[in-house]
């Protein structure tokens, strides 16, 4: 079974500052990853994903993501956070088939000015 | 726009009562995947299609929920003798199985409130 955990369900970091979203997951095959950013009253956008490619992912929006195998995560990373990056954003794991995507129960981000 | 609808954005209902959702992919796209999206959590996977056929339903999908796809475009969600705990946003989203590849386009959702 696949499995996806958030560490913390608020992050709240200044403007400029470096974003840092954990995320740690579970599964029994090789797993595809993502990470979805949502805004209010709006469906999920791909940030980015991993498909056992390269491990540094880079993304939209100046994110990327690290897989490490060994510690079975996938944080995202932002070296300087924007206003516009206050949102909800959820790590997922999905089998290679892709149909059936995981969901973590998601990170609000905070940016203060 | 090619991007995924859903209709309606809202819908307010009394218990008991049925409600239907419909959603439109990407017209290109063969799979089609349903999810259900409570406060301060993430989607939960309710079933999927690949063309016209439900390959997949999640046990939370009791036997008040049906979802269909009949022409293998639209698809649409309907829950019957809807309850309390039926409120929820329902995402819909799709995508195209090619070269194993196979990312998904989300839908806005549809807000269910029921009474």
């Known amino acids: 079974a696949q499995s996806v955990t958030q560490l913390g369900s608020h992050v709240s970091v200044s403007e400029g500052a470096l974003v840092l979203l954990r995320c740690n997951y579970s599964s029994s095959v090789p797993p595809y990853l993502f990470w979805y950013v949502q805004y209010p009253n709006q469906g999920l956008q791909l940030l980015l994903k991993?498909?056992?490619?390269?491990?540094l992912v880079k993304g939209i929006n100046g994110f990327e993501a690290e897989f490490k195998k060994s510690e079975t995560s996938f944080h995202l990373t932002k070296p300087s956070a924007h206003m516009s990056d206050a949102a909800e954003y959820f790590c997922?794991?999905?089998?290679?088939?892709?149909?059936?995507?995981?969901f973590g129960a998601g990170t609000r981000l905070f940016v203060k000015a | 726009d090619t991007g995924v609808s859903q209709n309606p954005r809202h819908k307010i209902t009394k218990r008991g009562q049925n409600v239907t959702f419909r959603c439109d992919p990407i017209?290109?796209?063969?799979?089609l995947y349903w999810y259900r999206q409570t406060l301060g959590q993430g989607p939960e996977f309710l079933t999927y299609?690949?063309?016209?056929?439900?390959?997949?339903k999640s046990r939370l999908l009791s036997d008040r929920f049906s979802a269909e796809r009949p022409k293998g475009s639209f698809s649409t969600l309907e829950i019957q003798r809807t309850e309390q705990g039926d409120s929820a946003m329902y995402l819909c989203?799709?995508?195209?199985?090619?070269?194993?590849?196979?990312?998904?386009?989300f839908g806005p959702g549809t807000r269910l409130t029921v009474l």
């Open positions: 989203a799709s995508s195209l199985v090619s070269s194993g590849r196979d990312e998904q386009f």
């Open positions: 991993y498909t056992s490619a390269a491990t």
């Open positions: 299609f690949q063309n016209e056929a439900q390959l997949e």
């Open positions: 997922a794991v999905s089998n290679t088939g892709g149909f059936k995507t995981i």
């Open positions: 017209s290109e796209h063969n799979r």
